[in-house]
């Protein structure tokens, strides 16, 4: 039996649909994510330099290999708008193998043939 990939799910919040979708877009074109669903928007409260906020965001849960974390991190620290984003990644312990699978397949870089047969 096959041992699934070390998966994550990884959450962050945009401050509308529009940055939302342009990160999203971003992580899947660059092999950063399997998938990332853009839910609906929220209202979020919170503590920022002492005084309590709030403001309607929209949350990203995105799926990927763990060993691709680090470079998903550094692209949305790059493309985020805020000054401190959410950025919280959750161990995926269970789930379906054949999905599991498949987030591993979609991260995987690209050997340089492969990402040129890509572009063409």
Not at 11 to 21: G, I, N, Y
Not at 60 to 83: F, M, Q, S, V, W
């Amino acid at each position: 039996m096959n041992t699934p990939p070390a998966c994550l799910l990884v959450l962050t919040t945009l401050p509308d649909r529009a940055s939302a979708e342009a990160l999203a877009a971003h992580l899947l074109e660059a092999r950063l994510a399997a998938c990332v669903s853009i839910q609906a928007p929220c209202r979020s409260l919170y503590r920022w330099q002492g005084a309590v906020e709030q403001a309607d965001e929209v949350p990203l849960l995105i799926k990927t290999a763990a060993d691709r974390y680090a470079a998903l991190a550094a692209a949305i620290g790059e493309r985020h708008p805020y000054a401190l984003p959410e950025l919280i990644a959750l161990p995926i312990t269970a789930g379906n193998a054949a999905y599991l699978e498949w987030i591993g397949a979609e991260t995987r870089p690209l050997a340089a043939g492969d990402a040129a047969r890509a572009s063409t």
